[in-house]
């Protein structure tokens, strides 16, 4: 049950795109396609944004696309704004006991 | 609306017991895997236990294994926690959270939390 790897930090100006990295094992985000993403801005709880990989909930912009590759999977936010800035976690299905394991999180700063 | 509730939260001496409920409404409760998930000042999150619509698929982060309990009762709506054995580690805020399926898929939605804090 170790946590997926991710960057601690990224940058991006406004209109840019950035992609976090998550990695993970062939027993968690390489052996399903239950990854997701999750956006937390500070004293807030998180708010799903990318589930199945790739799928966004209702409600959550297009900009925000998710895919995997092997055991790593990618969030890319396009077309950068300010209200992006906050943690993301990735997080992936890890089997019948362990259910799910969280990523170190990435802190997104806009420019 | 989907609302999730936490209470049970407040400060903790080692070694002792605390229990934590989850009051939901807003969706049938019954279909869906719930979880705890925690995050401990200025740290990420951390998945800690759950449990299948049904009752019969649990789980638990090896840190809680044999401390912690997770139940549901699907008549009340209410998701729980049974807390024992505490840390200074465990020391936290606890996130309810809905499943996106009935077994496993996504954490969908959380509740607002309920703090638990080391008295020492």
């Not at chain 1, 062939?26 to 990318?50: C, E, F, M």
């Not at chain 2, 807390?83 to 959270?97: F, I, K, P, Q, V």
Request: charged share 15%; hydrophobic share 30%; proline share 3%.
């Amino acid at each position: 049950q170790s946590a997926l790897t991710q960057p601690r930090s990224v940058s991006g100006s406004p209109g840019q795109s950035v992609t976090i990295s998550c990695t993970g094992t062939s027993s968690d985000v390489g052996g399903y396609n239950y990854v997701s993403w999750s956006q937390q801005y500070p004293g807030k709880a998180p708010r799903l944004i990318i589930y199945d990989v790739s799928k966004r909930p209702s409600g959550v912009p297009d900009r925000f696309s998710g895919s995997k590759s092997g055991n790593t999977a990618s969030l890319t936010i396009s077309g950068l704004q300010a209200e992006d800035e906050a943690d993301y976690y990735c997080c992936s299905y890890a089997g019948t006991y362990s259910f799910y394991v969280f990523g170190t999180g990435t802190k997104v700063t806009v420019l | 609306e989907v609302q999730l509730v936490e209470s049970g939260g407040g400060l903790i001496q080692p070694g002792r017991s605390l229990r934590l409920s989850c009051a939901a409404s807003g969706f049938i409760f019954n279909d869906f895997a719930m979880h705890w998930v925690r995050q401990a000042p200025g740290k990420g999150l951390e998945w800690v236990a759950g449990i299948s619509w049904n009752g019969n698929d649990i789980g638990y982060v090896d840190s809680v294994k044999g401390r912690f309990i997770i139940s549901r009762d699907n008549a009340k709506n209410s998701l729980f926690l049974q807390m024992n054995s505490l840390r200074s580690e465990d020391t936290a805020m606890y996130y309810c959270a809905k499943d996106w399926r009935s077994n496993y898929g996504a954490l969908h939605i959380y509740g607002q939390g309920t703090m638990v804090t080391d008295s020492s």
